[in-house]
Structures are given as structure tokens and as C-alpha cells.
Nanobody, 129 residues
Framework: QVQMVESGGGAVQAGGSLGLSCAAS????????LGWFRQTPDGHYETVAA????????WYPDSVKAGFSVSRDNSKNTMYLQMNNLKPEDTAVYYC??????????????????????WGQGTQVTVSS
């Protein structure tokens, strides 16, 4: 059973930074694109970042491209999300996830929520104005 565990959420003022970690167990994710997602207060899920197996390729939606940076350490089976210049609209529960099968390199279609099967429990990020 693949397990994903997020850590590092919290509360920060607008303009601040937070770093999230996602540790996986049960399987090496070295061969898989991984993703970060968030659920906004209205219940909507959206992709915020995706990273290819080697870490060389990444994808971000335009809404976060300037402030978020995803990375991974395959030797630790761990993925990271560095969030800078946070805004109140970044407030959400953040999840990391892995697919059950290879989905190729990250992109606007491969990085969609429906392509990911193994999800963490989520970590709250709250940005105050």
C-alpha cells in the first residue's frame, strides 16, 4: 500500500513563505510524476505543481507559477513544495499524491487531479492579510 504523508503546513502572513514535505512509503516513487494539490474553502481541488520522475521537468498552473517551487529527493522518496510570497487566496488544505501507473512527464493534462490515486491526509496552509 502506497502511503503519502505531508508535513510543514501552518499559518503565515501575506508575503511570507512556507515549505511542505511529502514522504512516501510502500513503493519507490522514483519512476513516477508526483503532484501537489490543494482544496480551497469552496471545496474545489486544483493542481499547484507537478514534477517528473527525475525532477528535471516541472509544471505549474499560471495561478502559482511565480511563487511556488517543487522539488524531489528520490533517495529519500520525498517531494517538497516551497511557497513564497503567499497570498490569502493560497489558503487551502494542501495534498501530495502519486499515480498508480506512469502518467509520463508533468503537463497541464497529465497533472490533473483524476490521474493520481494515492493521496496524503493533507496539511492546512492559512495565509492572513
Amino acid at each position: 500500500q502506497v502511503q503519502m504523508v505531508e508535513s510543514g503546513g501552518g499559518a503565515v502572513q501575506a508575503g511570507g513563505s512556507l515549505g511542505l514535505s511529502c514522504a512516501a512509503s510502500g513503493r519507490s516513487n522514483e519512476a513516477y510524476t508526483l503532484g501537489w494539490f490543494r482544496q480551497t474553502p469552496d471545496g474545489h481541488y486544483e493542481t499547484v505543481a507537478a514534477i517528473g520522475p527525475s525532477g528535471e521537468r516541472t509544471w505549474y498552473p499560471d495561478s502559482v507559477k511565480a511563487g511556488f517551487s517543487v522539488s524531489r529527493d528520490n533517495s529519500k522518496n520525498t517531494m517538497y513544495l516551497q511557497m513564497n510570497n503567499l497570498k490569502p487566496e493560497d489558503t487551502a488544505v494542501y495534498y501530495c499524491a502519486a499515480p498508480a501507473y506512469s502518467i509520463g512527464e508533468p503537463g497541464p493534462y497529465s497533472s490533473g487531479v483524476d490521474n493520481f490515486s494515492y493521496w496524503g491526509q493533507g496539511t492546512q496552509v492559512t495565509v492572513s492579510s
